[in-house]
C-alpha cells in the first residue's frame, strides 16, 4: 500500500500535477497566484510551498497581504518566497476524508475534523475527532483518477485544498466515531492524557519528523480518547 506522497510521485506519474498546490488551486477556481504574481485585493492569505511532498504543512502559514502596501512588493519577492504561492484564505472546519473506490467512483469511508490551538501555527494540530463520513459532491475528473486503492483529499468545510494518492487517516480506522486522536508534541507537558493509549508514529525515529528543522514542532504519536 502507498503510505507516503513520494511513493506515490513514483507510482502515479500521470498524476504528478497534483502535488503543485498552485495548480489544485487554480483547478478549483481559488484567488492564487505565485511568488512575483501581485494580489489584487486585501485580505488573508495562505501562503506555501507550491511542492511539498513531504507533508506537515511544512511552510504553511496565514499572512495578511495589503493590496496598497504590499502588491508592488510581492513583484520583488518580499512577502511570497521564490517556490512559495499565495491562495486567499479559505474559513471553515479543517477535514481530512479517506475515499475507496467503488463501481468507478470515489466514496468517503472515513473522516476526521482536526483542530488547532493556535491558528498561527497550521503544521500543529491540537485533536482530531473522527465524524461521520459525509462528502459525496466530487468533481467528475476526480472520480476518473487511478489509484492502487485509496484517495485522500482535505477540506474546509466543503472545499477542496488538498488532494492525495493514497490514505491519510489510517492510523484512525480501527476506531469508532466521536473517538479524538491527540497529536503528541515534542515539548508539551500531556498529563492529562498519560491514563490514555498511546500510538507510538509509523517511523520510530522522531528525527525523521523534524524535516531536517524544517518543522519547529516534533510530533512524537498519539493518545487515542476511544469512544466505545
Same mark, same amino acid.
Given at each position: 500500500? @502507498?503510505?507516503?506522497?513520494? /511513493?506515490?510521485?513514483?507510482?502515479?506519474?500521470?498524476?504528478?500535477w497534483?502535488?503543485?498546490k498552485?495548480?489544485?488551486?487554480? $483547478?478549483?477556481g481559488?484567488? #492564487?497566484?505565485?511568488?512575483?504574481?501581485?494580489?489584487?485585493?486585501?485580505?488573508?492569505y495562505?501562503?506555501?510551498?507550491?511542492?511539498?511532498?513531504?507533508?506537515?504543512?511544512?511552510?504553511?502559514? =496565514?499572512?495578511?497581504?495589503?493590496?496598497?502596501?504590499?502588491? &508592488?512588493?510581492?513583484?520583488?519577492?518580499?512577502?511570497?518566497?521564490?517556490?512559495y504561492?499565495? #491562495?486567499?484564505?479559505?474559513?471553515?472546519k479543517?477535514?481530512?476524508?479517506?475515499?475507496v473506490?467503488k463501481? $468507478?467512483?470515489?466514496?468517503?469511508?472515513?473522516c476526521?475534523?482536526?483542530?488547532h490551538?493556535?491558528?498561527?501555527?497550521?503544521?500543529k494540530?491540537?485533536?482530531?475527532? @473522527?465524524?461521520?463520513a459525509?462528502?459525496?459532491?466530487?468533481?467528475?475528473? @476526480?472520480?476518473?483518477?487511478?489509484?492502487? $486503492?485509496?484517495?485522500?483529499?482535505?477540506? =474546509?468545510? /466543503?472545499?477542496?485544498?488538498?488532494?492525495?494518492?493514497?490514505s491519510?487517516?489510517?492510523?484512525?480506522?480501527?476506531?469508532?466515531?466521536g473517538?479524538?486522536?491527540?497529536?503528541?508534541?515534542?515539548?508539551?507537558?500531556?498529563k492529562?492524557?498519560?491514563?490514555?493509549?498511546?500510538?507510538?508514529?509509523?517511523?520510530?525515529?522522531?528525527?525523521?519528523?523534524?524535516?531536517?528543522?524544517?518543522?519547529?514542532?516534533?510530533?512524537?504519536?498519539?493518545?487515542?480518547?476511544? &469512544?466505545?
Amino acid at each position: 500500500m @502507498i503510505e507516503e506522497d513520494y /511513493e506515490a510521485w513514483e507510482e502515479y506519474p500521470q498524476y504528478r500535477w497534483l502535488f503543485n498546490k498552485l495548480e489544485v488551486s487554480q $483547478k478549483f477556481g481559488y484567488d #492564487c497566484g505565485p511568488a512575483c504574481v501581485p494580489i489584487k485585493k486585501s485580505g488573508n492569505y495562505i501562503v506555501r510551498p507550491i511542492y511539498n511532498l513531504y507533508g506537515m504543512g511544512i511552510g504553511a502559514h =496565514k499572512k495578511f497581504l495589503d493590496v496598497d502596501l504590499h502588491a &508592488k512588493e510581492i513583484i520583488h519577492h518580499k512577502h511570497i518566497p521564490p517556490g512559495y504561492f499565495w #491562495c486567499e484564505w479559505i474559513d471553515g472546519k479543517h477535514y481530512s476524508i479517506d475515499f475507496v473506490k467503488k463501481n $468507478k467512483r470515489w466514496h468517503p469511508f472515513h473522516c476526521m475534523v482536526g483542530t488547532h490551538n493556535n491558528t498561527d501555527n497550521l503544521t500543529k494540530f491540537s485533536m482530531w475527532e @473522527i465524524v461521520d463520513a459525509q462528502f459525496n459532491n466530487l468533481p467528475k475528473w @476526480i472520480h476518473d483518477i487511478e489509484t492502487e $486503492k485509496y484517495l485522500n483529499i482535505e477540506t =474546509k468545510d /466543503e472545499n477542496i485544498i488538498e488532494i492525495h494518492l493514497r490514505s491519510g487517516n489510517d492510523v484512525a480506522w480501527s476506531y469508532n466515531i466521536g473517538t479524538k486522536i491527540i497529536p503528541v508534541w515534542k515539548g508539551v507537558d500531556y498529563k492529562e492524557y498519560d491514563h490514555l493509549p498511546f500510538i507510538e508514529n509509523f517511523h520510530k525515529e522522531s528525527f525523521i519528523y523534524e524535516a531536517d528543522g524544517n518543522l519547529s514542532d516534533v510530533r512524537l504519536g498519539y493518545y487515542v480518547n476511544e &469512544k466505545i
